[in-house]
């Protein structure tokens, strides 16, 4: 297919922009030639590690029992019951309301045109293979230059993936909720704990909730920036290409905005794991994330924040 050519082209001239972009800042700045992310700056709060070290090959494979450990340290603490609360919260005004939202993405998909291309463009995007094409090429290139933190990112990516995705997939065949395109009520059938058989025979009748490409595709946006913390434009880019993600798989009837809300947190705290080997720093676990519904013209829809 030509436009997942020109696509993987234009993910490679990306790798290898935001690189150049790192280079060059490292022939102005002494102490750039390492990662000068929050990571090394917190240094003073968080054991020491080693970010110019190649990663061993299976690290991607062997850390990710760790980082459901950590996950589970990082959650249950006092601290992130009103982030839960407002995940909840937020989850369930926008149950309300998937009924509407679905219907309107879905004439505004079917009224073909630029919204229907950008929609299957995004939704492709997010379906696993960008995911990991992105951490292969991060890989690839770092091998090629001896760059270690490049075949860091790569390696990081995989494992935020594969850990995030795991997790996901635990909550999707324990939810079981229909998706849009397969609903037999308005807002979707929970189906709790299905019977496993059926789940596999009709999988889009139970694995709505939550989004993994959602989930896999900001751990991945997360993993990339927290390695290139000086080239600016990768939050910003990553934000506005999963919420396109987001926004495509509503208007394709794969998923309802209420699948979002807990995909955004699995996705962020997963990628701040895999990026973080050392611990996440203080100052980086004190800070926000902010889900909360937004009343717009024909319905609800999300405001996401981070807290600096």
């Not at 019951?81 to 149950?95: D, E, G, N, R």
Request: charged residues 15%; without cysteine.
């Amino acid at each position: 297919m030509l436009f997942r050519k020109i696509f993987y082209l234009e993910i490679f001239v990306i790798i290898l922009s935001i690189n150049i972009i790192s280079f060059a800042q490292s022939t102005t700045t002494p102490d750039s030639t390492s990662q000068k992310s929050t990571m090394e700056k917190d240094s003073s709060d968080t054991p020491s590690f080693n970010f110019n070290k190649m990663p061993e090959w299976h690290e991607m494979i062997t850390n990710i029992p760790g980082d459901w450990s950590k996950y589970f340290q990082v959650t249950f603490q006092e601290n992130k019951i009103p982030l839960y609360l407002t995940v909840a919260t937020t989850t369930a005004a926008l149950v309300v309301t998937d009924d509407k939202t679905w219907q309107e993405s879905d004439k505004f998909y079917k009224g073909g045109g630029a919204n229907k291309l950008f929609s299957d463009i995004f939704t492709e995007m997010g379906d696993g293979k960008t995911q990991f094409g992105l951490g292969a090429l991060f890989g690839i290139y770092g091998l090629i230059t001896n760059d270690a933190r490049a075949v860091r990112t790569g390696s990081q990516i995989v494992q935020a993936v594969l850990a995030s995705g795991t997790v996901v997939q635990v909550l999707k065949h324990i939810t079981g909720r229909e998706s849009p395109f397969v609903a037999t009520s308005p807002t979707g059938i929970w189906n709790f704990f299905p019977n496993q058989i059926d789940y596999h025979q009709h999988v889009p009748h139970f694995d709505a909730f939550p989004s993994g490409h959602v989930t896999t595709f900001l751990a991945t946006v997360i993993v990339i920036a927290e390695n290139y913390p000086e080239v600016w434009w990768i939050r910003p880019a990553g934000y506005l290409f999963t919420a396109g993600l987001a926004a495509g798989m509503v208007n394709k009837g794969i998923h309802w905005y209420s699948d979002y809300p807990l995909a955004i947190v699995l996705g962020y705290t997963f990628g701040m794991i895999a990026a973080h080997p050392e611990g996440i720093p203080n100052s980086i676990a004190g800070k926000k994330l902010n889900v909360m519904p937004i009343l717009v013209e024909k319905g609800f829809g999300l405001s996401v924040g981070y807290s600096f």
